[in-house]
């Protein structure tokens, strides 16, 4: 499903008795998200990116602007009208509820549009197939499921379930059957009676719609007498809810704790649930505000990558709000940056990394950090301090500037021409990583702590002051007072 949102606004009234102006959290929010797509809304704290979501979620009222999805205006919907999934950082399952419970819960008396179909004939059809398939294999699943010397109905279901992907009520008839208790030869003269059972019941129900004027298409749905399918709006039945609960843990992968509380889960696990409560309905959008956040280190990275695949494996269109940039960058297809409401940029992550527009973005996105100097533009000449670091004919305006250079830009290795070692810094630490080395140092006209660099490990440093040179890849130049980049030439 595609989202446009057009000239979005959000402005909280203030209080003029109390002195508190208005904050305009959204300003005037422009974007295209593809079907299919997984954006990243990324930006710092108070930024607008969960006031993003809430208006896209129809939990927050847009002052100004408008949001569609595909060509359905969903501007004034209230959020159960526009088919969305939400995820929060805090799962906020029910506590006493089990986690199958916990996952249903979405479809308790949701009502949808369907076909009108002969489900009996099709419900037989699906044992039938199984039966005629892998009679040995389901008999061995329902003996597999001995527990302490019975074999539980409910132990010999779920493995069914499990195994075959069928709903509760089939796995418990198919149990029903006794087929575990009989030896091969009076095994198959039971299936074969069970069968030809089918057939008869098939055959009488459609003799008996045939009366009443009702045809049936291959499908086995309803045809009325122009031969068009019959639609109705009802409850989902007992059968359709579990398959749609099982097919979901599956997904996400919770098949295994489904009878579990939430208490008995870990805390990805948990959230797993919540995405499944959030999948459940088959959502036309997925929208997911800091869902990782409150997940140690390790999980964070695991569940991210989950988020990933069930968002590739499902194709439903996701944002995902985030203030951790590497997060961003590693699950997202675009990122748009945010800062105070409004848009700085949009792109795929590693084309905001290699080219960010504003000073903002080159600083917020990537670790180490971007390194920013102060540096000046003189005749045509680019200076950080009394250093000229480069020519370029863009560098028309003598004028401050900043100036960014990431990590990865600096070389000093003996490849390295002498002349194009232009840039002296005082190193204050080394430290080898493996195939990397980093250096700590330090220049009068930076802007931060320390400077990050990383190098190739086999490069000879020494602690003092070193002379570098810089790949024009890896700096940018920003103007001195709009913050914006100067595009070199
Ligand atoms: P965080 O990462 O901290 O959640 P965010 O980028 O999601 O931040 P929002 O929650 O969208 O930011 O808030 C954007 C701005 O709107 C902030 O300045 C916030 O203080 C303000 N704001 C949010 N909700 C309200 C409200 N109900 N009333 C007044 N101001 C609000």
Redesign the pocket.
Known sequence: MEITIKNLTKV?PGNPKKNIPD?T?VDNFNLDIKDGELLGLL?P????????LYMIAGLKKPTEGEIWFGDEDVTNLPPEKRGIGLVFQNYALYPHMTIYDNVKFPLTNLRAKTTKKATGILYNRKIKALLTKDLEGIVGEILASEYSGKISKQAAARRLVFKYHIVTSMAKKIYGYGLHLLDEGAREAKVNEILKGFEEAEKATIAKLNAKGIKLNEAFEYLDEDGDTIEVVRRLTNDEIDELVQETSRLVQIQDYLTRKPSELSGGQQQRVAIARALVKKPRVLLLDEPLSNLDARLRLQTREEIRRIQKETGITTVF?T?DQEEAMSISDRIVVMKL?VKMQEDAPQNVYNDPHSLFVAKFLGTPPINVFNGEIKDGALYIGKEKIMTNPAFVQNKKVYVGIRPEGFLADEHTKEEDKVFSLKVKQIVTMGRDMSLVADHDKLLGDEIKIIVDSDIKATIGVMKFAIRPNKLFVFDGETEERIYLE
């Open positions: 909280f904050t959290a930006g704290s108070g930024c607008g990116k969960s006031t993003t709000v203030h409401g």
